[in-house]
């Protein structure tokens, strides 16, 4: 079976959802897969072309009255069954976290202890906002979508972002901590 780019896969994952046009893609991406997964507006439209061309998709233009004419993508049985192969593989290799954050901090012997300080407090209230986010997209799935078959998915992924934030929370804290010993 051919290979495709990670974001052939996320698109098809996402045709398996109710979004069907490229804008409703675009407006998953941005509330749900943001979070870990980034797909630029720039790579939707091309790898729907190519989930055409491939026998992946199909591609129906859709009308509203009153509104404009939009395409609407569907999985196709191969597109569904290249899905589940890539599925089912083993993932290969961990993530690798780019973090400007860590960048910086590796190379903070030539900053003083208060920008390094500042740096940690507004990483730390950024990380916080964001877990913010995440509770409130918990709640929101909880709330609208706890019967979807996808949600129970859709909330372990969610765990793991909270999971992941707070422990960079709990980090900051520490070297927060750290610092300021330092200073004294």
Known sequence: M????DTTYALLGILTTECRSGYA??????????????ISYGQIYPTLK????????????STSKGKQDKNEYHLTEKGIA????????PVEQLPVERNEILLKLFFGRYQTDEQTVMLL?????????????YVAIEQSIIDHNKEDADAMYWLFTLDYGKS???????WCQRTLEKVNKEED
């Open 2 to 5: 051919k290979n495709y780019n």
């Open 164 to 170: 992941v934030t707070i422990a960079a929370i709990d």
């Open 50 to 61: 190519l989930l055409v061309k491939e026998g992946l998709a199909e591609v129906q233009a």
């Open 121 to 133: 407090k507004q990483y730390k209230q950024r990380l916080e906002s964001r877990y913010q986010t």
């Open 82 to 89: 290249v899905l589940r192969n890539w599925l089912e593989q």
């Open 25 to 38: 893609i675009k407006k998953f991406i941005d509330t749900s897969l943001n979070h870990f997964w980034k």
